[in-house]
Nanobody
Framework: QVQLVESGGGLVQPGGSLRLSCAAS????????MSWYRQAPGKEREFVAR????????NYRDSVRGRFTISRDNALSMLYLEMDNLLPDDTAVYYC?????????WGKGTQVTVSA
């Protein structure tokens, strides 16, 4: 059974930083690409960043490129999102995601609030 558990969210001032983590289990983590998505109140869930299974190739949505960094530790089955220079528009619930066995799997999310 695939489990994705996010942590690390919180309240931060504009310009601040947070590091999100996602603990993965129930599937061969090192063999699968992993992604972060987010959903702000009243908006649809949107793609944030993705990292491949091997080689660590990454891609980002335009609005976070240069501020966010996605990474993974295959030995620990962990996914990370380092978020710097946070903006109020980054306020959302952040979700960990993988496509495994022809299904999208999601964690329950972690709340990030950027406010003065």
């Amino acid at each position: 059974q695939v489990q994705l558990v996010e942590s690390g969210g919180g309240l931060v001032q504009p310009g601040g930083s947070l590091r999100l983590s996602c603990a993965a289990s129930g599937f061969p983590f090192s063999g699968y690409g992993m992604s972060w998505y987010r959903q702000a109140p009243g908006k649809e869930r949107e793609f944030v960043a993705r990292i491949t299974s091997v080689g660590g190739m990454t891609n980002y949505r335009d609005s976070v490129r240069g501020r966010f960094t996605i990474s993974r530790d295959n030995a620990l089955s962990m996914l990370y999102l380092e978020m710097d220079n946070l903006l109020p528009d980054d306020t959302a619930v952040y979700y960990c995601n993988t496509l495994y066995s022809s299904r999208n799997h999601w964690g329950k999310g972690t709340q990030v609030t950027v406010s003065a």
